[in-house]
């Protein structure tokens, strides 16, 4: 998730996210550049931030963290100020403790950096620099090249035989639900609202569908990065973009019995609860998007129960 001042939208008063800018990879090759080792990376996070959650849970689904470091950023952005994601006495950076703001460790791949600043980011601790700072290729990295050091280097999030299914969905929740929402709450336009709103709740009924049918959604017997990236939005979507994004048709909680059980089954896996903080993600949304939400007033609703039985073991 990115740091900068006002969303970006087009003529047409649609959002428009943009591209991450370090893709270095980590690969288990004795000659690659970046290699799996013990207490060599960190990952930077937002508690908040959907993108960056993702790496956390695969990091801890995988059983990586006593390998792999990770801080938390300041939720709170102060967009008029242009600071951007900060550090603090709450949220220091613990390698670098006289830093301010994330936009600090960008500068040390290139003092005049002036691009976008986005969590997550993965570090190397020994070069001191990004290695990479999109989502969907840190979750693979974590998945597949560090399981001589993982805790559970069986659960493979990304198998080859189901790649061309995962990447398939993935290609559909991306656009219509992960950043669906984002384009209905950014809209500048009644025309960019009403189609990402369409969007959205088209794509909650499919996935519905297929688990009102199978335990994952690719899978009925394995957990996917596909659930994952679906996840890590569905668990803010009544807490946060029912109301802050006006997609307010349908609640997973009330209106999506499938969507709801799936939800609290990943919640409640081994170490994956810890990473939720339902405070810090409605703090950021609602405190720091004053574009949508001029008074900053933080809402405290609604109350929902995550830890009851999900049933999902029923298929």
């Known amino acids: 998730m990115a740091d900068t001042k006002n969303p970006v939208t087009n003529v047409k008063g649609e959002f428009i996210r943009g591209v991450t800018a370090f893709r270095n990879w980590i690969k288990d090759d004795s ?15 937002a508690l908040a931030c959907p993108w960056a959650h993702r790496t956390l849970t695969v990091l801890k689904l995988k059983g990586l963290d006593h390998v792999i470091s990770y801080s938390v950023v300041d939720s709170l952005l102060e967009f008029e100020k242009g600071c951007g994601w900060a550090f603090g006495e709450k949220y220091p950076d613990p390698h670098h ?3 301010t703001h994330l936009k600090d460790v960008y500068k040390l791949n290139d003092p005049d950096y002036s691009g976008r600043v986005t969590v997550p980011v ?18 693979r990295m974590l998945n597949s090249e560090f399981n001589k050091l993982a805790r559970y280097p069986d659960l493979d999030l990304y198998p080859e035989s189901l790649r061309s299914r995962i990447d398939e969905l993935n290609e559909q929740v991306y656009p219509k639900l992960n950043n669906g929402v984002y384009r209905a709450g950014f809209a500048k336009s009644q025309e960019a609202y009403d189609a990402a709103f369409e969007d959205v709740f088209s794509m909650l009924d499919i996935l519905e569908g297929i688990l009102s049918k199978q335990r ?8 996917t990065e596909a659930d994952v990236r679906a996840w890590t939005t569905l668990l803010r979507f009544d807490p946060v973009y029912f109301t802050h994004f006006k997609c307010n048709k349908k609640m997973i909680s009330k209106d999506y019995p499938n969507l709801f059980g799936f939800v609290r089954e990943i919640y409640q896996m081994k170490d994956v609860k810890e990473t939720v903080n339902f405070n810090e993600i409605k703090r950021h949304y609602f405190a720091s998007h004053l574009m949508v939400n001029p008074t900053g007033i933080v809402a405290r609703g609604p109350e929902i129960n995550y830890d009851l039985p999900h049933d999902r073991n029923r298929f």
């Open 31 to 45: 000659s690659a550049e970046y290699q799996p080792e013990a207490n060599r990376y960190h990952i930077y996070v």
């Open 122 to 139: 993965l570090f190397d601790l020994k070069t001191q620099k990004i290695v990479n700072n999109e989502s969907a290729e840190i979750i």
């Open 97 to 99: 403790p006289t830093f």
């Open 216 to 223: 994952y959604l690719i899978d009925n017997k394995q957990i």
